[in-house]
């Protein structure tokens, strides 16, 4: 074989809710190193989905793994060159890449949103991907809908 396999990245579980996935949004949410501030805007997002939900049974973890869930695309295209011209073609993803595609859709979609801190913003904004509306699921199906529209060259698979 050509390509070797990639190494899967062990993520350590974190402080409070003793999940590595949390590990892994943390890290996506990261800048320039500042992993505290960003425990901290989870943290935060998380104690303000406890305070949002009605008449949930859920706890605000349950309710933002399911909004991850909501937020997984299944498909993206990709673009291929085939005699002069480009063409999309659809590909399933990978099980790990499609958590890092939903943790990055949330995050960037949150960060557009116009509430006044970032821990507000996530939290509307897992709220809103729980209820499945909001940005980060309507670009998760327009991502669908990409595939959808080119599936007759699904056939020009990687």
């Not at 500042?34 to 406890?50: V, W």
């Not at 949002?52 to 399911?66: G, N, P, S």
């Not at 869930?69 to 399933?92: A, D, L, T």
Request: include cysteine; hydrophobic fraction near 40%; aromatic fraction near 10%.
């Amino acid at each position: 074989m050509r390509k070797t396999k990639k190494k899967n990245k062990i993520y350590f579980p974190d402080p409070k809710f003793n999940d590595s996935l949390v590990t892994r949004f943390v890290n996506h949410l990261m800048k320039n190193g500042k992993k505290n501030i960003a425990y901290k805007i989870f943290y935060n997002a998380m104690k303000k989905i406890d305070l949002i939900k009605e008449k949930e049974d859920k706890t605000a973890l349950e309710i933002w793994k399911e909004g991850l869930k909501n937020v997984m695309p299944h498909v993206e295209v990709r673009s291929r060159r085939m005699g002069g011209s480009n063409i999309q073609v659809p590909i399933p993803i990978s099980s790990n890449s499609k958590i890092t595609k939903a943790m990055k859709l949330l995050i960037s979609c949150a960060f557009i949103r116009n509430e006044k801190t970032m821990s507000n913003k996530l939290a509307f904004e897992i709220w809103d991907a729980f209820k499945e509306q909001g940005e980060a699921v309507k670009r998760k199906e327009n991502i669908h809908k990409m595939a959808e529209a080119n599936k007759a060259f699904s056939h020009f698979r990687f």
